[in-house]
């Protein structure tokens, strides 16, 4: 059968919005692949004439140099460490504490009818506006620049998401399984972890992916209230560039290395999730 003219219609339109939305990374692939020289030319060329991997070892070893324009910087190995760890920590902190509060709310009308909106309401401020109480407190009591400070600073932004998008996820969780376990002996806490952490993987796995996002991607907070002993990465890709010029293929080569971890969690997720609702207690 011969294409109709809206199927082809919506072909070129889908390849035209691929175009201008996967050309940026495109080009960022590239210029970390070019050498400096050839990331300097104009015009610029659309695929490196040479490839190397110069932009890489220089983003690994944090120095790197062209016609004088030199950096010193630490390696970027080092930032997606602390961006790990805090990231990683604060989404497993967000996500716990968030199901538990979900789960009081949609059970027990904890707060009342108002309390959701609330918690919900805390998004709604910049992350700018806690920074001058957040760095008297964390100054006060010894977590400025440290792991556990800017985790819990995490929590003022990814806490109200977590519970926000878990709360719609637990009002359609069925409460008859629940009173079902409680009445052959199990316990409150019990059911939380047996029946409805299960039931609320997939949830989960959403909420967690988004939380970590969030706190990979935060710069503000993480400029401001750390930098020094914990550099993520948001903060330390900057530093990847001269006084006087900025060195276009180790910023990119970094780039790249910047988004590995985020994209083989969301692949690992995309499976949690898919293997989740597919064997999951309750159908």
């Known amino acids: ?100 509060a979900a789960y009081a709310i949609s059970r027990f009308r904890t707060g009342g009818q108002h309390l959701s909106f609330f918690i919900l309401s805390n998004r709604f401020l910049p992350p700018i506006v806690f920074v001058v109480p957040m760095f008297i407190i964390l100054r006060t009591v010894g977590m400025l620049d440290t792991y556990i400070g800017l985790i819990l600073v995490y929590l003022t932004f990814n806490l109200p998401f977590a519970t926000w998008y878990l709360l719609a996820y637990m009002k359609d969780l069925p409460v008859e399984v629940e009173e079902a376990a409680m009445m052959d002996g199990c316990t409150r806490l019990g059911v939380v972890f047996r029946i409805i952490m299960p039931l609320a993987a997939p949830g989960m796995a959403v909420t967690g992916l988004f939380c970590f996002v969030f706190a990979w991607n935060e710069y503000t907070l993480a400029f401001l209230l750390a930098g020094n002993d914990v550099t993520t990465l948001t903060v330390m890709l900057p530093q990847f560039a001269g006084s006087v010029e900025v060195l276009k293929g180790v910023v990119s080569a970094a780039a790249i290395l910047a988004c590995i971890p985020a994209v083989f969690l969301a692949m690992a997720m995309q499976k949690f999730m898919a293997a989740s609702v597919t064997q999951g207690a309750y159908r």
């Not at 294409?3 to 889908?14: F, K, Q």
């Not at 070019?34 to 944090?62: C, Y």
């Not at 010193?72 to 190995?77: I, Q, W």
């Open 1 to 100: 059968m011969k294409p109709s003219l809206r199927s082809l219609t919506a072909h070129g339109v889908i390849g035209l919005a691929l175009v201008v939305f996967l050309f940026p990374f495109y080009w960022l692939v590239i210029t970390a692949f070019k050498n400096e020289g050839e990331n300097f030319r104009k015009p610029p060329t659309f695929w490196p004439s040479e490839v190397t991997l110069d932009n890489f070892r220089a983003a690994i070893t944090g120095s790197g140099s062209y016609q004088g324009v030199s950096i010193e910087s630490t390696s970027v190995l080092y930032g997606i460490r602390d961006s790990i760890i805090v990231a990683g920590c604060n989404t497993l902190l967000s996500v716990v504490l968030g199901l538990f």
